[in-house]
């Protein structure tokens, strides 16, 4: 079996939400994004290209994020969904479920809410009943 390597984060900003800014309405982008002003509505990274989602710690999301990296200095009020990497720095607030794959967390981050771990692959266990057999 062959394992999906692990895309990495953008090292680019395509678009940035300035301070002072606030979107009322769901945002999706592609490649890198960078808000520090406020979003109220689903922030979603479109297809499966590799994507990143930079929150300053004067940003504000009320809404879904999904998006394959994320670096929350900020604050979020709804559930994450992040494919690879997350990382919470030290001035971050979440109030919602966080699912991540592999998560950095500084000192000083809050989470309200459950931190979910998304494995890559969905494992399932088939049960059967066993047959019992007469002893010979």
């Known amino acids: ?14 678009s940035l939400i300035g ?9 999706n982008f592609t490649g890198g994004l960078r808000v520090d002003g406020e979003v109220v509505g689903n922030v979603t990274a479109v297809s499966d290209e590799p994507s990143t989602l930079v929150l300053s710690e004067k940003a504000r999301i009320e809404g879904e994020i999904s998006v394959s ?7 979020i009020t709804g559930p994450v ?9 030290s001035r971050s607030r979440v109030k919602g479920d966080v699912h991540y794959n592999s998560l950095e967390m500084h000192l000083g981050a809050i989470v309200e809410g459950h931190l ?3 494995s890559g692959e969905a494992k399932t266990v088939e049960l059967k009943l066993a047959t019992s057999k007469p002893a010979i």
């Open 116 to 118: 979910v771990h998304r």
């Open 19 to 27: 301070v002072g800014t606030k979107i009322e309405g769901n945002v």
């Open 81 to 89: 969904y992040v494919a690879e990497f997350l990382e919470l720095q």
């Open 69 to 75: 990296h994320l670096v929350v200095n900020g604050e």
């Open 1 to 14: 079996m062959f394992r999906k390597q692990p895309s990495k984060p953008q090292n680019r900003i395509d």
